[in-house]
């Protein structure tokens, strides 16, 4: 198939099934074929890092996840997807990336495809996104999201040593900042999550950091607040049928696919009564990934960033904005349980050290994301249960 040129990033086609391994017996990731590969050339470029990376993408059929391994191979490196699906889809996965379906929590079949996978040509980076993260659902599933969050890694890690991967880029969370006084938050700052969720990527930050000290490892560890909006293709995006975030909300309402949005809590310190939050575009955030696991094979050192736009809006701005684009209904609700008053990066470290900066505004972030909603409604993706 041969794709338009275009000024916007190539869509990446997903025309043929990926192979899975069933039953802790993997299979060999597939492979385009050379003519595939011919076809798509002029939308692969060479990183500016001048590295061609292997990477094992943990969770990369969900949202994030399969943002980040779009971006990789949209910058020329060679990408292994590792994910159950329990809240991703394997059409997620672009067709030039190796897919296996396993889960975390076992480290056998884990190990087995590090094994498998290095018989060729080890990995250099691992990237990890196979964390549950839903604030009130943490509070009242405290338990799942330790087991899963905490010993999930646990796991990897272990597989990862065993394996001889020196490198893994951790997707962590503003949460582990808790209440900022200020409400700009700075990687140095006191760390007092609030939550169950904020609390298990605490914890595991720091297995990290004790794990990368016992066994050589280096590591990003890197921190994002809201993230929001869809690839330009818009063949991917956030696909999920129980929704709990702001931009995605407002876009089903503006599309009729519920009643009314919802604001939690109008009470809080701010301006306005309504949580400041600070908004990064998915690619941007994506690119920003891409830019850490260079960092630390070139450099050989920990990394830990915050990843945001460093700029925050309230609730009803948001819904404001959004507003002036779309038309849809809006009451106030009770606060959520576990939800800071305000949120806000500090993004001059990223900026510094891996010479990263959003690109996208708010108003780029919401119309990608109607794009994308509208176009889950036409029916040409599936929506996960």
Same mark, same amino acid.
């Given at each position: 198939? $041969?794709?338009?040129? $275009?000024? +916007? *990033?190539? $869509?990446? *086609? ?24 011919n ?5 692969? &470029? ?27 191979? /949209? ?22 990336? @190796? ?6 929590l ?14 060729? &040509? ?13 604030? *009130? ?5 405290p338990?799942r999201y330790y ?18 991967? /020196? ?5 962590s ?7 900022? +006084?200020?409400?700009?938050c700075?990687?140095?700052? /006191? ?8 609390? +298990?990527?605490?914890? =595991? ?5 004790w794990?990368? $000290? =016992? ?16 690839d +330009?293709? %818009? ?9 709990? !975030?702001?931009?995605? %909300? ?42 850490? @696991? ?6 050989? &050192? ?6 945001g736009?460093? #700029? ?22 009770? &606060?959520?349980?576990?939800?800071? =008053? ?5 993004i001059?470290?990223?900026? !510094? ?20 909603? #509208? ?7 599936p929506?996960?249960?």
């Open positions: 198939m $041969q794709l338009e040129a $275009q000024d +916007t *990033p190539a $869509q990446i *086609p997903k025309t043929r099934a990926h192979l899975k391994s069933e039953a802790g017996t993997s299979t060999h990731p597939s492979r385009l074929t050379s003519a595939k590969t076809s798509l050339s002029h939308m692969n &470029r060479a990183s500016d890092s001048g590295l061609n990376l292997k990477v094992l993408v943990v969770g990369g059929a969900g949202y994030i996840g399969s943002h980040t391994v779009y971006e990789l191979i /949209r910058n020329g490196h060679q990408v292994v997807v590792y994910d159950n699906l329990s809240s991703g889809h394997q059409s997620a996965v672009p067709e030039q990336a @190796g897919f296996y379906l396993g889960d975390i076992d480290e056998h079949q884990l190990e087995q495809v590090l094994a498998q996978e290095s018989a060729s &040509r080890p990995f250099d980076v691992a990237m990890h996104f196979a964390a549950k993260l839903i604030v *009130p659902e943490s509070v009242t599933q338990l087991h899963n969050n905490v010993e999930g890694l646990r796991v990897m890690l272990s597989a990862l040593v065993a394996g001889g991967v /020196r490198n893994i880029v951790f997707s969370t503003a949460a582990v900042y808790g209440s900022t +006084t200020g409400g700009e700075h990687e140095d700052d /006191r760390t007092i999550p609030i939550n169950p969720y904020g609390e +298990t990527k605490l914890a =595991a930050e720091r297995m990290i950091a794990t990368a $000290q =016992a066994h050589g490892l280096n590591y990003a560890i890197l921190r994002y607040f809201n993230v929001a909006g869809a +330009t293709s %818009l063949q991917i995006g956030l696909n999920k049928d129980q929704l709990t !975030h702001l931009v995605p %909300l407002i876009m089903q309402a503006a599309l009729g696919q519920r009643e009314k949005l919802e604001i939690f809590g109008r009470d809080y310190n701010t301006p306005d009564g309504t949580c400041i939050r600070d908004y990064v575009h998915v690619t941007d955030l994506a690119q920003a990934h891409v830019m850490a @696991g260079e960092y630390i094979v070139k450099n050989e &050192r920990p990394l830990l960033c915050n990843l736009s460093g #700029r925050g809006f309230s609730v009803r701005e948001v819904v404001e904005e959004a507003l002036s684009m779309f038309s849809f209904r809006y009451a106030y609700a009770p &606060r959520r349980c576990g939800d800071p =008053a305000k949120l806000i990066a500090n001059e470290r990223a900026r !510094h050290l891996l010479g990263w900066q959003p690109q996208r505004n708010l108003q780029t972030i919401l119309q990608s994301d109607y794009d994308y909603r #509208r176009r889950l409604i036409s029916g040409q993706e929506a996960s249960q």
